[in-house]
């Protein structure tokens, strides 16, 4: 995906052992990521019916959701019938012909862009660059990693694994090759580096004829679209240019206005712990002498409708992007946003990206891996995405194969290379735990031999010893010593009982 | 009342004393224990991993060798074990029907489902104790697992035991709701990251200056100690039933 963005990705764990050994990223992203999850916590628990909004806002996304086809042609009607025109696209590929298509047609050749991880996720600024189009980032962070030709590596910070010095030089060095320079002698102050990014975005928005957004919200019942920001910039760019192309996912849409009641109190506590967020930007069609003049909405599938075919796995729709579980996640905290290979970092990542992508590459089939199951995601997630039950129906059909949807055709999916040693080894363990006897057979074994030992593994285990010690092999087994002094005088038998059931 | 032990193949194999604890305990509040000699391995590795459908025998075999009337009660010291029965068995069977495999597996985990305690969960909700009359002379830091701590609800009921043993000091581990990393095979399939997180909890106890990490799992005390015995920490991770098994009496004989 992405035009080639994430392609080429190690597998997680590669990727994930260049993170932990990076202090600095680790840094940034500790302290990045505690500080936001303790202000979420304080702005959650000033809401008396948080566990209420929470079981609407999953309630209220799992009904569209089960009535997609329906809201998606309601919204269509709604918005042509106020002044838009909408496109539908069902991979990458068509999303991008189609956004290329409407910028040539208004003969520019750039394009101002606010945060939009769709357009992300097709890759969309590397297929116009392709076209001899320019897009520029106008979010602050989305600036930051396009200046300084890196990728995000956040949802909602996408630039959360950098520091002010960092930020100081992307913009000395870069500035001037996409428009307005750094000022001279700019230091790492926060509001010094605030001001370079709108100096240098201030020409852009007063110079740019056409604008691309995405959107958080696409409300069926009117046709109107939503975008929640911090900074304001997203506002210019919904409002400045004559075009304004947005480029969404279906799974965006909800059925009515009062919806957004929900989600409006969710997402900012959720995202930035702010009660409400500084900027919602609403525009419905077009508008005589306010706005743009056209407007287009791309509808993106790219694997969606395959996503919700799966029973288990369709929950990941309901994702507002709030970005709360990525800074309670353990994992994303150490590995870092890059090692997911995507646009969709962390816990909600690791369960999107193998569904929308399928996980035919060696990067999606580790990312349900990605996870101790520790189940905070879960906690923290207004719309109450169970992420480890995911997980694990992922990890399910990575070593066992199974159906799924791709393309909107059932498939039958082989196991993934690589876990022939892991399916066997369970097989094997499988067969001794259904017989208690060669359990204990096995359990006298290393008793027996627990001074041979060894306190660190070979193989595959090496892993494991690398940095932890195993425990010792105790002398005798429970089982030995209840037997021992218990005389086996169990209610339920002995184990040659149950060996014996013809299981 | 009668209580079916169920000590996990884990205990079973490589700690063989918290089983030990946990009959000394059990029996000295007045409780009938057995352990069911066909017992093994409720399936929890197999099912996280993917094996799902392998670990469906166990489930069934969990459910043949417990779900006795003979048992008023199933007890374990292990939260994700306990949590395995408790969250995962009822899921497994809805997950089999769905897949048009019958009922068969929702109906043998049913009558088991119910009854499976964790132990702390067991002494405080089903004996109504929290002072189990034990004594242990040291200071003690307690580390919530996971699945404890999530999928169980476990929340003050450990803390609580600790508080009325005497001569115990319960000091705070700071960042005590997050993963100790252990994650079962994530510890192997994501080393890296295991073990940083690791690392983290250790210096997190050792921050404290308690003498004992506690927990009610054996499976993250293992990999914690593990991790403490290669940083060469001076804290000791020892499981809750030992804390609460330990009298007065043995410590001064
Ligand atoms: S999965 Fe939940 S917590 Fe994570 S970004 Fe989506 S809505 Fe937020």
Redesign the interface.
Known sequence: MSGGTFVGMPA??AA??EA??NTTL?ANLRHATHTIRDKRARAVAELSDWDRLREAGKRIKDHTLRHLDRYLVQLEESVERAGGTVHWAADAEEANRIVAGLVRATGETEVVKVKSMATQEIGLNEALEAEGIRAYETDLAELIVQLGHDRPSHILVPAIHRNRGEIRDIFREEMAGWGRPAPDGLTDTPAELAEAARLHLREKFLRAKVGISGANFMVAETGTLVVVESEGNGRMCLTLPETLISVVGIEKVVPAWRDLEVFLQTLPRSSTAERMNPYTSMWTGTTDEDGPSTFHLVLLDNGRTDTLAD?VGRQALRCIRCSACLNVC??YE??GGHAYGSVYPGPIGAILSPQLRGTGSEIDASL?????????C??VCPVAIDIP?VL?H???????GGEATRGGNRVTLKPAKGHAA??AA??A??L?????GA?RAG?RL?SRTRRLHPRALPG??R??S??????E??V????D???RT?G?G??????R??EG?G? | MRVALFLTCVNDTLYPGTGRAVVKLLTRLGVDVDFPMAQTCCGQAHYNTGYRHQAEPLARHFSDVFGSDAYDAVVTPSGSCGAMVRELYPRMGERARAEGRGGGLARAVAPVVPKTYELTEFLVDVLGVTDVGAYYPHTVTYHPTCHGLRALGLADRPTRLLRAVKGLELVELPGAEECCGFGGTFAVKNADVSAAMGADKVRNAESTGAEVLCAADNSCLMHIGGTMTRLRTAVRPVHIAEILASTEEEASS
């Open positions: 997680f764990p994930a052992r932990v050994g680790r029973e353990p994992v150490r590995a349900p891996y990605a996870s101790s199951l520790c189940g905070a879960y906690e039950e694990v992922l990890r399910e059909r990575v070593v066992q892991e399916r369970m097989r363990a499988g001794a735990f259904a017989r208690p359990l359990q290393a595959p285990g892993a494991w690398a940095t932890r010690d195993l425990p092999v105790p005798e087994p429970f089982r010593w209840w037997q218990r086996g169990g209610g339920s038998g002995d184990d009982t149950t059931n299981r």
